[in-house]
């Protein structure tokens, strides 16, 4: 996923589709929530 600034990458491997999608989308969301979290200490 593109952000100003940045690129937020996510890999997982799993046994089907949808627990990988799952675990994958979990992870990004823990990635945007840090970032948001930096960006507002910044100000």
Do not use: I
């Not at 937020?8 to 990635?31: H, N």
């Amino acid at each position: 996923v593109s952000v100003p600034g940045d690129s937020l990458v996510v890999k997982k491997q799993c046994k089907t589709f949808e627990e990988g999608t799952d675990l994958a989308v979990a992870s990004l969301e823990r990635q945007l929530k840090k970032r948001k979290e930096k960006l507002r200490a910044h100000l």
